[in-house]
């Protein structure tokens, strides 16, 4: 997903959670092995823009342990890669979405089929051989 598609797809993502728990003074709790500057711009704009307070808690190492013994700390949880997602969601540790806005505004690739999380982006991955070291067609996947 181009970058330019961040700041929508997360606002999706975070009307999804306001939404569900909405009161007089809205509040979002995040939790993300992200680098900080990567998310407090786009958090900063969306605060802004919906009046919507978001708590941010970034940790470097240990996404899955600290959503196991912290089961209800964050609303949201945003990681850095695929891995961490497909663990959180074969430990049961992620609540399926209910948003009707996350499903029409987020194309079915981009979102997990039992709606336990969603993706926005993907990174691409080169393979190079040796053209001198490496028979043609040898490599395949």
Request: glycine letters at 6%.
């Amino acid at each position: 997903m181009p970058a330019n598609r961040l700041l929508p797809v997360i606002a999706l993502m975070l009307g999804s959670v306001v939404a569900a728990g909405a009161g007089a003074e809205p509040t979002v709790r995040v939790l993300s092995d992200r680098t900080p500057a990567h998310l407090e711009g786009l958090f900063e704009h969306y605060e802004k823009t919906r009046g919507v307070h978001i708590e941010a808690v970034f940790v470097d190492e240990g996404l899955i342990p600290r959503l196991q013994s912290r089961p209800t700390e964050a609303d949201l949880a945003i990681t850095k890669t695929a891995d961490l997602l497909a663990e959180a969601k074969q430990q049961n540790l992620l609540r399926p979405f209910e948003s009707q806005t996350i499903v029409t505004g987020i194309a079915p690739e981009y979102r997990d089929a039992d709606k336990a999380f969603v993706t926005i982006s993907y990174r691409p991955r080169a393979v190079f051989a040796s053209r001198e070291r490496v028979e043609p067609g040898s490599v395949s996947t």
